[in-house]
């Protein structure tokens, strides 16, 4: 009798010791788990599970350096085929003179506004297909954006950016072949005191500040 007694105090006293650690040890509904802040539960290495990570802020990738061709090719919409090889090959930044020149500094709702016109140059070599288009305005695919992926400069779709000192006025061309290059100038509307960090090219694929920052991007850097 007095073995089974012990043996069911045995019993009790196990059951009581599950119940209490189920329960938080008795500490109230604040504590903790035993494992320690900022370390994971698999031994305590600091490394944070992922449901506790926070949210990173998107980064941009290398960015390209003017001249240099970006790695894959494209299909923009405007030209009804063909793909194409991208370099961006220089910026000229322009005048507050070539700026009001073209009608930025109006008042006026939704008109364009900014004290620096940035002139884009971008070269296009068509390397496979066959545009339907032989004169698209390949240039509306360009994007000016900071760091943080915002764009802080656009293109006027009033004013072509054909000013003195400005963007040439391109030849008409009747047609594409394979291996042709075409350097093409575009103008940006930007201010002085925000210019743009990356040059990117703007894909219909493209809908999120991280599509931006993944894709090739050329440094945005003037002469």
């Not at 698999?42 to 061709?69: D, H």
């Not at 400069?153 to 054909?162: K, L, V």
């Not at 201010?191 to 599509?211: I, Y």
Request: glycine share 14%; charged share 20%.
């Amino acid at each position: 009798m007095h073995r089974r007694s012990k043996a069911l105090f045995g019993v009790l006293a196990t059951v009581l010791g599950i119940t209490l650690t189920a329960c938080g040890g008795g500490g109230g509904g604040g504590e903790k788990s035993g494992v320690p802040e900022g370390s994971s539960a698999k031994g305590g290495t600091g490394q944070e599970s992922p449901s506790a990570r926070p949210s990173r802020k998107p980064e941009w990738g290398p960015a390209l350096a003017m001249g240099r061709p970006a790695p894959k090719l494209y299909e923009p919409q405007n030209t009804e085929g063909g793909k194409f090889e991208v370099t961006a090959t220089k910026i000229v930044k322009g005048t507050a003179a070539q700026a009001k020149y073209m009608y930025w500094d109006q008042t006026r709702p939704g008109e364009l506004k900014g004290n620096t016109p940035y002139f884009v140059y971008i070269t296009y070599t068509l390397k496979e297909g066959k545009p339907q288009v032989a004169n698209p305005d390949l240039g509306a695919h360009a994007a000016a954006l900071d760091m943080n992926g915002v764009k802080v400069a656009e293109r006027p779709t009033i004013h072509s950016g054909f000013v003195e000192g400005g963007c040439e006025v391109p030849p008409v061309y009747m047609s594409w072949d394979i291996g042709e290059k075409r350097t093409l100038c575009t103008v940006f509307a930007g201010d002085e005191s925000n210019p743009p960090a990356r040059l990117a090219w703007d894909t219909t694929d493209m809908t999120t500040v991280e599509d931006y920052m993944k894709a090739a991007s050329w440094a945005w850097t003037v002469q």
